[in-house]
Nanobody, 128 residues
Framework: QVRLVESGGGSVQAGGSLRLSCVVN????????MSWFRQAPGEEREGVAV????????YYAASVEGRFTISLDNAKNTVYLQMDNLKPEDTATYYC?????????????????????WGRGIQVTVSS
């Protein structure tokens, strides 16, 4: 059974940077996409960034485009989210997600597929 373990969260002032990591433990089918989502208190979970498992394509939410970068190291079974120029509105719990059965990663930012897997989440707090 696959398990996703996030790390790298914490507190930072506005304008600062954090890098989140997500290690994939256990067997995961090749192909599909890896994603980061976030959920602020009282809000719905939203897609932040997606990367195809072959490292060929990335997709971002408009709210983070140009500030966040998703990357994947398949040799380490790890996906990263580099977050720069953080804003207070980026405060949320961030979730890693594996969607190995998805055919089109462009749609992965809309939500996790029925056979996808969530990480447990990690808190990011940005103060003004």
């Amino acid at each position: 059974q696959v398990r996703l373990v996030e790390s790298g969260g914490g507190s930072v002032q506005a304008g600062g940077s954090l890098r989140l990591s997500c290690v994939v433990n256990g067997y995961i089918r090749s192909g599909g996409c890896m994603s980061w989502f976030r959920q602020a208190p009282g809000e719905e979970r939203e897609g932040v960034a997606v990367i195809s498992r072959d490292n060929s394509r990335t997709y971002y939410a408009a709210s983070v485009e140009g500030r966040f970068t998703i990357s994947l190291d398949n040799a380490k079974n790890t996906v990263y989210l580099q977050m720069d120029n953080l804003k207070p509105e980026d405060t949320a719990t961030y979730y890693c997600a594996a969607d190995p059965w998805r055919t089109y990663c462009a749609t992965a930012i809309q939500g996790l597929g029925p056979r996808g897997t969530w990480g447990r989440g990690i808190q990011v707090t940005v103060s003004s």
